[in-house]
C-alpha cells in the first residue's frame, strides 16, 4: 500500500516536470505526456484510497495524513474534470504542482492507520470532512489561476484577451464552488459539534480560522459581483487568500491545538 502511495508522489512530480518544461516549450508531446502520467498517478492515488479505507474499515479521512491525501485527489480530480471540458493547457499547469505539492506534505505525516475517536463516528464525518477537501482544493487551484494570472501579466500576454478572461473567470468559479463547499463545511460542523459536544460552536481554532476563511472569500465575491472588480486585483486576491486556506489546513493543527486536534 505504501509503495502505492509513495509511487504517485513521484508520478505527479513527474508529471508536474513534464507539464511545466512542456508548457513554457511549446512542446505538445510533452504536454501530453504529463497528462498521461498524471492521470496513471491519479489512479494509482485512488487505488491507494481505496485499499487503505478497506484496511482501515472507514472512509480515509481521519487524520492529517489521511486529509492531506484526500486533499491532493480532489485537487488532481478537479484538474482533470476541468482539462476535459475546456482542454486548456493552463489548467493542467495549475492542478498538478497542487496535487504534487500537497500530497508530499501528506508523505511527511504520521501514516499508520488509528480507531475513528467515538466523536467522529459520525454519519455527517464524510459531509463535512469530504466536502473540505474539495472546498480547500477548489481555493487551492484559484489562487494557482490568480498567479499564473499574474505571471502572463508580467510576460507581456495580456494581449491575449480570450486565455486572460477564461483565467480570472475560472479563478471566479472555482472560488465560488470553494466557497459554497466551505458553507456546507461550517454549517455540518456545527450540527455534528452539538451532537458531539452539546454546542453548535465553541470558537476552537480550526473553527474560527475556518470562518475567517469563509468571510474572506465572501468579501472576494461580493467584490466581485457587486462592485464588478476583476483581472488584476482578483487575481492578488485569490494568492493571499489562499495562505489563510493553508494556514487553516496545516498551521492551525501544528500551532494551535484544540478539539480538533486529532486532525494532526
Known amino acids: 500500500m505504501e509503495i502505492l502511495?509513495?509511487?504517485?508522489v513521484v508520478a505527479y512530480f513527474a508529471a508536474t516536470m513534464f507539464q511545466s518544461v512542456g508548457a513554457m516549450m511549446g512542446k505538445t508531446k510533452l504536454t501530453r505526456a504529463a497528462r498521461g502520467i498524471f492521470t496513471a498517478a491519479f489512479a494509482a492515488q485512488t487505488v491507494f484510497t481505496i485499499w487503505r479505507g478497506i484496511v482501515a474499515g472507514r472512509v480515509p479521512l481521519a487524520n492529517q495524513f489521511e486529509f492531506a491525501s484526500g486533499f491532493a485527489w480532489s485537487a488532481a480530480i478537479i484538474g482533470i474534470v476541468l482539462y476535459a471540458k475546456l482542454?486548456?493547457?493552463?489548467?493542467?499547469?495549475?492542478?498538478?504542482?497542487?496535487?504534487?505539492?500537497?500530497?508530499?506534505?501528506?508523505a511527511f505525516q504520521p501514516?499508520?492507520?488509528?480507531?475513528?475517536?467515538?466523536?467522529?463516528?459520525?454519519?455527517?464525518f464524510v459531509l463535512h470532512i469530504g466536502s473540505a477537501t474539495f472546498s480547500y482544493a477548489s481555493f487551492a487551484i484559484a489562487g494557482g489561476l490568480g498567479a499564473y494570472y499574474l505571471m502572463q501579466l508580467k510576460k507581456g500576454h495580456s494581449e491575449d484577451e480570450t486565455r486572460m478572461r477564461q483565467t480570472d473567470y475560472m479563478t471566479y468559479r472555482l472560488i465560488s464552488l470553494g466557497f459554497l463547499l466551505l458553507t456546507v463545511v461550517i454549517l455540518s460542523g456545527a450540527i455534528w459539534a452539538e451532537?458531539?459536544?452539546?454546542r453548535w460552536w465553541s470558537w476552537d481554532p480550526k473553527e474560527t480560522w475556518a470562518l475567517i476563511t469563509w468571510i474572506l472569500y465572501a468579501i472576494y465575491l461580493h467584490q466581485r459581483m457587486r462592485m464588478k472588480w476583476q483581472g488584476k486585483r482578483m487575481a492578488w486576491f485569490a494568492v493571499i487568500a489562499v495562505f489563510c486556506v493553508l494556514f487553516t489546513f496545516a498551521g492551525v493543527?501544528?500551532?494551535?491545538?484544540?478539539?480538533?486536534?486529532?486532525?494532526?
Request: charged share 15%.
Open 87 to 106: 482542454r486548456q493547457e493552463w489548467i493542467m499547469t495549475v492542478s498538478m504542482p497542487v496535487a504534487f505539492l500537497v500530497l508530499s506534505y501528506a
Open 5 to 8: 502511495f509513495f509511487a504517485s
Open 253 to 264: 493543527n501544528k500551532l494551535l491545538p484544540g478539539l480538533h486536534s486529532y486532525a494532526v
Open 111 to 124: 501514516m499508520e492507520i488509528k480507531e475513528l475517536m467515538p466523536a467522529l463516528r459520525s454519519t455527517w
Open 195 to 198: 451532537q458531539a459536544w452539546s
